[in-house]
């Protein structure tokens, strides 16, 4: 099982530019998340699905966009990239019964 | 809403020697997670243990073992004997159905 993978590992945008953060898991979880790590802070979850076609906003949802079209696939959209997006993300999922969350290794994203 | 407090920034401990880390919860709902997660300098998110609220029994991992005091909204984490390795920092985590709610972080630094 490669686990929870996430791509690119780095990116540096232009603000205003565009892009698509990719997620995906081979644990046939029903539950994948989208987080934010700001420097020296916790995460902030940015958006949820608990199956696909089923998603809903987290705590800091603006700037942001997600689909959910099949299980093991979780995309985040950034529209317009702002300094304010600059940030490391990290995406999760995890079994409903537990909801032990495995993380995958993060994309550090800088916008400038 | 639900929040998670870690107060201490910071924190040291002799290798071999044992160090506790705090955490304090607010919520309404009277079942619920609770989890505490090392993050290393990779930045790999990784599960150290888990609490299930309804569970009395407070849950142990090896050198790690928590004190969940449900009444007080408390729950700490005891890393025993420790390692160089457990330099990191740790996050404090409630989840009362699928979301997620991070504390801010405890940096521990083990001294040779």
């Known amino acids: 099982n490669a686990g929870v993978t996430q791509t690119p590992k780095f990116r540096i945008l232009k603000i205003g530019q565009s892009m698509t953060l990719q997620c995906a898991q081979d644990?046939?979880?029903?539950?994948m998340y989208w987080y934010r790590q700001d420097p020296g802070m916790g995460l902030k979850l940015i958006y949820y699905?608990?199956?696909?076609?089923?998603?809903d906003k987290g705590e800091v949802p603006n700037g942001y966009n997600v689909s959910r079209s099949t299980t093991e696939d979780f995309p985040l959209r950034l529209e317009l990239a702002a300094p304010s997006q600059t940030s490391v993300y990290f995406c999760a999922s995890s079994f409903p019964q537990d909801l032990k969350q495995y993380f995958g290794p993060g994309t550090r994203l800088t916008v400038t | 809403a639900q929040t998670v407090t870690q107060s201490q920034p910071e924190m040291s401990v002799q290798e071999a020697e044992t160090v506790t880390l705090s955490c304090t919860y607010d919520?309404?709902?009277?079942?619920?997670?609770l989890f505490w997660y090392k993050q290393p300098p990779s930045r790999q998110m990784i599960l150290v243990i888990r609490q299930e609220a309804y569970k009395q029994q407070n849950a142990t991992e090896n050198r790690f073992s928590v004190n969940f005091q449900k009444a007080a909204k408390s729950f700490s984490l005891k890393i025993s004997d420790s390692q160089l390795g457990d330099a990191a920092m740790y996050f404090c985590?409630?989840?009362?159905?699928?979301?997620?709610?991070f504390g801010t972080g405890t940096r521990l630094k083990v001294l040779a």
């Open positions: 644990m046939n979880h029903n539950y």
């Open positions: 919520t309404s709902e009277s079942d619920y997670y």
């Open positions: 985590a409630y989840s009362g159905t699928y979301k997620y709610i």
């Open positions: 699905s608990v199956g696909a076609g089923i998603t």
